[in-house]
């Protein structure tokens, strides 16, 4: 730690404090740890002091401190006050995959915890199952479907896990073009969607019926609230006649666990209007990143208090799931090339290896 660093954090804990006693809710600042994007300190309160009364100081102590955004957070530890670390590291998937390759099979990275441990997700758990990642514009959404894309297909080989991609926009899975866990190109207009989900659903009926999981499927989706919008009543008729892609979804969401198939979608604000309640229940694993108001936290992460609007955008994320706490992580970033170039690599690799 550098001494400017040491000589910052005395300062912001004595600022802390002095924010606590000028509004009669006094604490003292016991302790903390430096991240590579945040800094937490520890508040150990006064016994009259309340957790509310130190949240109502949130934004005083963001003025206090100097920093665009500060949260607190209950833990086991007790208060946690996070505000950025003005001597950030980058996090990214190259740097980490050394310490963690490879991943347990449907396993994918999401990034570093802010305690420092990876954070992984595996898929096949019941607890994940399909995963949902909410966050506004330029919070990473894209950047961390990439990452578990790509942490999956170097993990897992072809045989035993698919990827499947879903994207309107047309640009968020340009990195897996040659990859060959990646089937089909990805579906980007509302018909191929449709085509894809339809298809999809058929082999969950076929493995249903012969009991099978095998291999893993996991479905990508970028910026599902627009397909479903832009798909509604716009349905050729197939398999499931005048099936909106919100109802393909929400069956595979349903049921696709058990026949191997998964769901990662992300969306800039999962509401009701867009997603139904039916469809957000059925995704255990919510993945939230920055949002711009208190009301889309909440919708975001489908309970309250997590305060997902100060979360600092890209590649800050919280991982809400069951009823445990929020974890709250940076994605480990890797970009398009970079990402082109290790699956190249994987790729080489293997078929020396087979040779
Ligand atoms: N984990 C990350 N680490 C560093 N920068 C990131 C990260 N995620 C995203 N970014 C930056 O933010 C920009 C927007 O990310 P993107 O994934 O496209 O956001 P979204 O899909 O939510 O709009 C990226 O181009 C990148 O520069
Ligand atoms: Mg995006």
């Excluded at 006693?21 to 309160?45: A, E, N, S």
């Excluded at 955004?69 to 946690?80: A, F, K, P, Q, V």
């Excluded at 942490?151 to 990859?179: H, I, M, Q, V, Y």
């Excluded at 309640?277 to 208090?305: H, I, T």
Aim: charged share 20%.
């Amino acid at each position: 730690m550098s001494r400017m660093l040491r000589q910052y954090l005395e300062t912001q804990a004595d600022q802390v404090e002095t924010v606590l006693v000028t509004h009669r809710t006094p604490g003292r600042i016991t302790g903390g740890t430096v991240g590579p994007r945040l800094i937490r300190f520890r508040l150990d309160p006064a016994p009259q002091t309340r957790l509310s009364a130190v949240r109502g100081l949130t934004e005083d102590l963001a003025v206090a401190l100097k920093v665009p955004s500060l949260r607190i957070d209950r833990t086991h530890e007790g208060i946690i006050l996070e505000f950025p670390n003005p001597e950030p590291r980058p996090v990214t998937l190259v740097s980490l995959w050394p310490e963690i390759a490879p991943l347990p099979s449907t396993t994918a990275l999401l990034g570093l915890t802010d305690t420092g441990a990876p954070l992984l997700a595996r898929l096949s758990a019941p607890e994940v199952a399909h995963v949902l990642v909410a966050g506004t514009t330029g919070s990473g959404k894209t950047a961390l479907l990439r990452t578990m894309a790509v942490s999956l297909a170097l993990s897992n080989r072809p045989e035993n896990l698919r990827l499947l991609c879903l994207d309107p926009k047309g640009r968020a899975f340009r990195a897996l073009e040659n990859t060959p866990h990646l089937t089909r190109p990805p579906a980007v207009t509302v018909p191929e969607a449709i085509e894809t989900l339809q298809s999809l659903l058929r082999l969950m009926e076929v493995r249903d019926q012969q009991g099978v999981n095998h291999p893993r499927i996991v479905v990508f989706i970028d910026e599902v609230a627009d397909l479903v919008l832009q798909g509604d009543g716009r349905n050729k008729p197939g398999r499931y006649p005048g099936a909106s892609i919100e109802t393909l979804l929400t069956r595979l969401a349903q049921r696709g666990r058990e026949a191997g198939i998964h769901l990662v979608a992300a969306t800039q604000r999962p509401s009701a209007a867009v997603l139904s309640g039916v469809l957000r229940a059925n995704f255990p694993l919510r993945l939230v990143g920055k949002v711009v108001s208190a009301e889309d936290a909440r919708v975001a992460a489908g309970r309250g208090q997590t305060d997902a609007h100060l979360l600092n955008g890209r590649g800050d994320f919280l991982a809400i799931g069951g009823s445990g706490a929020p974890i709250r992580f940076q994605v480990a970033y890797i970009s398009e090339q970079e990402a082109q170039q290790e699956l190249a690599q994987q790729q080489r690799a293997q078929t020396t290896s087979e040779r």
